[in-house]
Nanobody, 119 residues
Framework: QVQLIESGGGLVQAGGSLRLSCAAS????????MAWFRQAPGKERDIIAR????????YYADSVKGRFTISRNSAKNTVYLQMNSLKPEDTAVYYC????????????WGQGTQVTVSS
């Protein structure tokens, strides 16, 4: 049974930082590209960062480029999202997802973790 379990969300003031973690189990982690999505109230779920199965070629949405960093630790089967210079508009539920190698479709999703940025 595949599980993706996010942690690290919470309440932070604007300008602050948080690090999200997503621990994966039940899959061959090194065969999956990992991504972070977010969904704000009343909005669609959007991808904000992706890292390929080998740890290279990170992608960032323009809205987070230069502030967020995605990384992965294969020894821990975990993907991270370091979020700096947080803004109120970053408030959302953040989800991690796994896609087999270079596929665009995501096979597995986490349950989400809430990030709230106060002004």
């Amino acid at each position: 049974q595949v599980q993706l379990i996010e942690s690290g969300g919470g309440l932070v003031q604007a300008g602050g930082s948080l690090r999200l973690s997503c621990a994966a189990s039940g899959l061959t982690f090194s065969s999956y590209s990992m991504a972070w999505f977010r969904q704000a109230p009343g909005k669609e779920r959007d991808i904000i960062a992706r890292i390929n199965w080998s740890g290279g070629s990170p992608y960032y949405a323009d809205s987070v480029k230069g502030r967020f960093t995605i990384s992965r630790n294969s020894a821990k089967n975990t993907v991270y999202l370091q979020m700096n210079s947080l803004k109120p508009e970053d408030t959302a539920v953040y989800y991690c997802a796994a896609a087999k190698r270079q596929r665009a479709e995501y096979d597995y999703w986490g349950q989400g973790t809430q990030v709230t940025v106060s002004s």
